[in-house]
């Protein structure tokens, strides 16, 4: 099992800044990726960025490549997303999730085996 706990949520206007952070516990060795996934009310949970714990390999979803960063500490078994630039869009619950399997689509949510219970973030116009 992968605990997962969020945080750096929280109110900003437009063009503003925040850094999420997931913290992960138990059998983290058992990670080959770490995603950010992001829901607004009333609609599905979309992907955000994903990144491998060996190589670092990144990507993005397009409407946020260019503001949003994914990082991550592996000493700390924790991963970063870095988001610049806010816009209303971004609103959202976010979720960070492990995945463990390899050869898997990592844009899919399904590819991730555990997920933590989200954060808030809320940009104002």
């Known amino acids: 099992q992968v605990q997962l706990v969020e945080s750096g949520g929280g109110l900003v206007q437009a063009g503003a800044s925040l850094r999420l952070s997931c913290a992960a516990s138990?059998?983290?060795?058992?990670?080959?990726?770490m995603g950010w996934f992001r829901q607004a009310p009333g609609k599905e949970r979309d992907f955000v960025a994903f990144?491998?714990?060996?190589?670092?390999?990144?990507y993005y979803a397009a409407s946020v490549k260019g503001r949003f960063t994914i990082s991550s500490d592996n000493a700390k078994n924790t991963v970063y997303l870095q988001m610049n630039n806010l816009k209303p869009e971004d609103t959202a619950v976010y979720f960070c999730?492990?995945?463990?399997?390899?050869?898997?689509?990592?844009?899919?949510?399904?590819?991730?085996?555990?997920w933590g219970q989200g954060t808030q973030v809320t940009v104002s116009s």
């Open positions: 138990g059998r983290t060795f058992s990670s080959y990726a």
């Open positions: 999730a492990v995945g463990t399997k390899t050869d898997i689509n990592l844009v899919d949510r399904t590819a991730y085996d555990y």
């Open positions: 990144i491998t714990r060996r190589g670092g390999i990144t």
